[in-house]
């Protein structure tokens, strides 16, 4: 069975200062990995993805995610953090070959300051 | 290009009732998957369908059932309302159904039973 948690509900950062949303899984076999963000009351919006290759993955508007397979983590990160980055962000986590069902995270809602 | 469509945006049912939701998948993409997001909660896998066939079932009840149409746009049904079943129902489309293939959401439909 597939299970993914974010062990923060809330995350506050001033802007400029780097960012990190954290992310740990559980799966059987190899993982995918998603983060997907959540504007209010709009659908996510899908960030990056992990499937194999690199440890270090690049996504849109500046954030990237780092796999840790001896911490089965999938910590998001961005250098430089914006106050348009403020809304819900969303781990996921899809197994090979188990089907197409992701398992998401409760979300982790982050607060960029000014 | 348009994005995946839902409709109705908003919707408010008794207990008891009976409740269509529909979906329009982004052009090209012939996967459509179907989950509810009960508030302050992360996703919760529903349906996959591809090509019209059922891919993959969640932990639902037989009240909620759902089907794909050769246009690959999507319906999901809810029969015997309950409250519990009031929750953001968001519909997702991929390319092509694979398990490591991103998922394009639309911003739902916001059902209310009362």
């Known amino acids: 069975a597939q299970s993914v948690a974010q062990p923060e509900d809330q995350v506050n950062v001033a802007e400029g200062n780097p960012l990190t949303v954290k992310c740990t899984y559980s799966?059987?076999?190899?993982?995918?990995l998603f983060w997907y963000v959540q504007y209010p009351n709009r659908g996510l919006q899908f960030l990056l993805k992990?499937?194999?290759?690199?440890?270090l993955v690049k996504g849109s508007y500046g954030f990237e995610a780092e796999f840790n397979k001896s911490q089965t983590s999938f910590h998001l990160k961005k250098p430089s953090a914006l106050v348009s980055d403020s809304a819900l962000y969303f781990c996921?986590?899809?197994?090979?070959?188990?089907?197409?069902?992701?398992?998401f995270g409760k979300g982790t809602s982050l607060l960029v300051t000014p | 290009d348009a994005g995946v469509t839902q409709s109705p945006t908003h919707l408010i049912k008794t207990r008891g009732q009976h409740v269509t939701l529909r979906c329009s998948p982004i052009?090209?993409?012939?996967?459509v998957s179907w989950y509810q997001q009960v508030l302050g909660q992360g996703p919760q896998f529903i349906f996959q369908?591809?090509?019209?066939?059922?891919?993959g079932r969640g932990n639902f009840p037989d009240r909620f059932s759902a089907r794909q149409f050769p246009n690959y746009s999507s319906e999901l049904n809810v029969n015997a309302l309950l409250l519990g079943d009031s929750a953001l129902y968001l519909c997702?489309?991929?390319?092509?159904?694979?398990?490591?293939?991103?998922?394009?959401f639309g911003n739902g439909t916001r059902l209310t039973v009362t």
């Open positions: 996921a986590v899809g197994e090979a070959n188990s089907g197409y069902a992701l398992n």
């Open positions: 997702a489309s991929s390319l092509t159904g694979q398990d490591n293939s991103p998922l394009h």
């Open positions: 369908y591809y090509e019209k066939e059922e891919r």
């Open positions: 799966v059987s076999g190899n993982p995918y």
């Open positions: 992990y499937i194999t290759g690199d440890n």
């Open positions: 052009s090209g993409h012939k996967s």
